[in-house]
C-alpha cells in the first residue's frame, strides 16, 4: 500500500515516511491509495482474534515497509491488558436497550488518545531505530494530546518530547499527570499564556526550517496518518462485539474537534464494515455540525472560539476534515487542494452545498451530526448515572446526548468514550455533586514531585531551552 495526499503534489509515499513526516510537503494530509476492502468470510474470522491480532491484521492491509513478524510484535507489545487496564482492551458496556459504550479510556492517561498514540510510540522508536535517526517531537497541548504522547514516549530510545502547555489552565489533574514524570527524555515547558500562544510559538518553531532540521523536530499530531489508522482498529472491535448480540450493522457516536477519531470510522466503512450511521457530535464550538448540516465549512476565529466544559472539543477548525472531504469529492486533490489552500486562506470559509457530490455524500458515507450543550451534557451526565449506574465524562456526553436523537430501533448505536470523568473532575462535580471515581493507580498524584520548566511566551526562549537540552545530551 501507497500514500499519497489529499493535494496531490507530493508523490507516492510508503508507511514509514508517512508515519515520519506527518503533514504531507505539499501541505495536504496522506491517505491511502485505496482503502482495501473486507469481506464478511474474513471480518467473520477475526471473531476470535485477540485486539492486538485484529490490529495485526488490520495494520497489515496497510504497512507495506515493515516486516510481518516486526508489526506483530509491536502490536502484541502495545496492547496489552496491562497498558490498557481491561483484559478486553476495548471492551463494550451496556446503557440501555441498543446503546452501547466502548471503553477506549483505560489506558495510561485515561483518554482514548492513548489507543493511537502507545502504538505510534512503538512504531516510531522502530522506524527510527531503523533508520539510526533521532527525533524531537515538539507540540502544545491544552491536556489530553500531550499527556497521551508523553506517556507514549517516556523511555523511548531515540525519542525526545517538548511539550508546551499554557501555565495553570489545565485541569489540576491533567498537570499532575504530565508534570510528575520523571522521565528524562519528556521535557514539559509550561508558559506564561494562553493554549493558543503556545501553539504559535510550536508553529513558528517549525516553520523555521534550519532549526527544524538541525535539531530534528517533528509533530505527533492527529494529522499522522499512523494515528488514524490505530484508531481504525476498535471500530472494527466494536461491530464484532455488537453484532455478536445478533445485529447485522452497527451506527457509532463520536464526540469531535479535530475529525481524527470519526475519520477512522469512515475509513473502517469505507473498507466495508457494516457501519449504518457515523453520528457526529459537537459542542459548542460546531463548525462540523454546522458543516454537515449546511455544506458551509467555516474556520471560527479566536474570539469566536469558546471555552466549554468539554475543553478537548473546543476547535476553531478540524485538522483531519480534509481527508474526507477528499473522499466526497471522488478524491479530485486539485478542487481539495483550492478549497483548503486557497479558498480558506483568503476568506476563512468554503461552501459546498451547490455540489451534487455533497448533497449525496451524508447518504453514501452515512454520516449524521447534532451539537450538544453545558446544559445537555449536565443533565446527559446526571440521566446516564441515575439510569445506566455509569459515569460518563463531559466529552462522552456530548456523544451519548447527539446518540440519542439519532438511535434507531433496529440498529445498535455505539458511543465512543473518549475519557474517564475524574480527568474533568469540576464538572462531574456540578452534575453530581460529588467528586468523581479515580483508579486506584491514580490517587494522590498532584501530591508527586513535579518536572516543570517555566518559560514567557516567547519564540527564541523556547528554541534556547531546547538548544541547550540537545546539545547537553551531545556532550
Ligand atoms: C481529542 C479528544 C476529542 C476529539 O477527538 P478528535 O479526534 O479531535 O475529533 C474528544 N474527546 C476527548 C476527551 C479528547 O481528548
Redesign the pocket.
Known sequence: MQYVSTRGHSGRKQFCEALLEGLAPDGGLYVPETYPRVDHATLDAWRTLSYANLAFEILSLYVGDIPSVDLKAICAKTYTPEIFGKPDIAPLRKLERGLYLQELSNGPTL???DMAMQLLGNLLEYELDRRQENLNILGATSG??GSAAEYAMRGKKGVRVFMLSPRGRMSAFQQAQMFSLQDHNIHNIAIDGVFDDCQDIVKRVASDLEFKQQYKIGAVN?INWARLLAQVVYYFSGYLQASERGATSVSFAV????????CAGHVARMMGLPISRLVLATNENDVLDEFFRTGVYRVRSRADTLETSSP??DISKASNLERFVFDVLDRDAERTRSLFADQLGERGSFDLSGESRFAEAAARFGFRSGRSTHADRLATIRDTWKRCKTEI?P?TADGVRVARRHASSDTPMVVLE??LPVKFGATIKEALGREADRPERLKGIEELPRRVKILPPDVQAVKNYIWGIVVDAIN
Do not use: Q, V
Open positions: 483518554a482514548f488518545k489530553d494530546t492527529s464526540p469531535s474537534g479535530n475529525f481524527g477519531n470519526i478537548s472539543m465524562d466529552h473518549t475519557a
